[in-house]
C-alpha cells in the first residue's frame, strides 16, 4: 500500500485545515489508518485513527473535539479535519496503514511521506 498525503499548509491559530491521504491498492479498504504528526525535536506521535469499516475511531486526548478522522473506502482515501488550530499543533503528519485500529505507531506497517502543517500565533 502506497500512501500520499496532502493537504498541509500554513494557517492562522483558531483556523482548519483538512488533510487527505490517498491510497494506491484496493486493499485500503482491508486496512486501519492513522494519523501520526511529529515536531522538530519530538518523537512521532498518535493524532487519531479509524477502523477498515470507518465506524469505530479514536484520537488522542489533546486533538479530541478538535480533530475528526473519517474515510472513504470508495474513493481509498482518509481525512483528518483539524479545527481550532494550536500552535503547538505544528508537525509534520503522517498517514499510516496497518492491520488494526492502534495508538502505538509500531502497529502501522505502511507510512506515507507526510504533510507540514505550520499554525501561527
Known amino acids: 500500500v502506497q500512501l500520499q498525503a496532502s493537504g498541509g499548509g500554513l494557517v492562522q491559530a483558531g483556523g482548519s485545515l483538512r488533510l487527505s491521504c490517498a491510497a494506491s491498492q484496493r486493499t485500503f479498504s482491508t486496512s486501519a489508518m492513522g494519523w501520526f504528526r511529529q515536531a522538530p525535536g519530538k518523537e512521532r506521535e498518535f493524532v487519531a485513527a479509524i477502523n477498515r469499516s470507518g465506524l469505530s475511531t479514536i484520537y488522542a486526548d489533546s486533538m479530541k473535539g478538535r480533530f475528526t478522522i473519517s474515510r472513504n473506502n470508495a474513493k481509498n482515501t482518509v481525512n483528518l479535519q483539524m479545527n481550532s488550530l494550536k500552535p503547538e499543533d505544528t508537525a509534520v503528519y503522517y498517514c499510516?496503514?496497518?492491520?488494526?485500529?492502534?495508538?502505538?505507531?509500531?502497529?502501522?506497517?505502511?507510512w506515507g511521506q507526510g504533510t507540514q502543517v505550520t499554525v501561527s500565533s
Open positions: 499510516a496503514a496497518g492491520p488494526r485500529t492502534a495508538a502505538d505507531l509500531s502497529e502501522y506497517t505502511y
